[in-house]
């Protein structure tokens, strides 16, 4: 498979030559109401359900300081939040 194709890995994102490990379930109710989850490490990426999530957008993003994520939007329950980070 060419470097530059996505692909997902067991718990892994090959991605352009980058190798994105899938980190630990971040600290954080998933209730409906709270938006600030706090992962182990800094995340380079996060999804919401499987959707990757941008960083800084207004709408299905979220701000990020050190290992804390404010999402935009409240997750309900059920649903999962993941980041990823290359470590």
């Known amino acids: 498979v060419p470097v530059w194709v ?3 890995v ?3 994102i090959v991605q352009w030559n ?3 490990h899938k980190m630990p379930d971040p600290t954080g109710a998933i209730n409906g ?3 600030v ?3 182990d490490l800094k ?4 999804f919401w359900n499987g959707q990757k999530l941008i960083e800084d957008a207004t709408v299905n993003g979220y701000s990020l300081a050190t ?3 404010t999402l935009t939007e409240s ?3 059920g649903d999962t939040i993941e980041g990823y980070a290359t470590y």
């Open 75 to 77: 997750p309900e329950v």
């Open 37 to 39: 989850f706090v992962f």
């Open 18 to 20: 980058k190798v994105f």
């Open 67 to 69: 290992e804390t994520a």
């Open 33 to 35: 109401s709270n938006r």
């Open 43 to 46: 995340p380079t990426q996060i």
């Open 6 to 8: 996505k692909s997902i």
């Open 10 to 12: 067991a718990n892994d």
